[in-house]
């Protein structure tokens, strides 16, 4: 809520957060509701029932109307397409490469199957000059 309130949400963290909470979005916000209700302590703000009922609709909105596709778009390359392109075992490292990839795509930093395997191969470099 404190990034909310200070005007700072962005569509970024907004599609982290339906990424992350998925299904369970709607139960997340009632717990949050149940938690802000209970909460009296003197840092409590006033309107925090309103600011997260604000919060809720803002980022349903958003998920219904500008990421819903995106998010329903197929990932552009698959964990087998990765391995065998850049000669990778299957491992950790492809599941977080494929999760940078798929954060590109959702971002619109890239639109296709080259652009994956370029940024995943930055990446896989990246890494390697840093160990």
Do not use: F, W
Request: net charge positive.
């Amino acid at each position: 809520m404190g990034a909310q309130r200070r005007g700072q949400l962005t569509k970024r963290a907004v599609r982290r957060l339906l990424i992350a909470a998925g299904d369970h979005l709607p139960g997340l916000m009632t717990l949050a509701m149940a938690d802000t209700m209970a909460g009296l302590g003197p840092e409590r703000p006033l309107d925090a029932e309103s600011q997260l009922r604000g919060l809720y609709a803002m980022v349903a909105e958003l998920r219904d109307r500008e990421l819903a596709a995106a998010l329903a778009a197929p990932p552009l390359i698959d964990g087998h397409g990765l391995m065998q392109s850049l000669a990778l075992a299957s491992g950790p490292l492809v599941g977080r490469l494929l999760k940078k990839v798929r954060e590109a795509q959702l971002d619109g930093k890239i639109n296709d199957k080259e652009q994956a395997l370029d940024l995943a191969r930055r990446l896989l470099n990246d890494q390697c000059t840093r160990n």
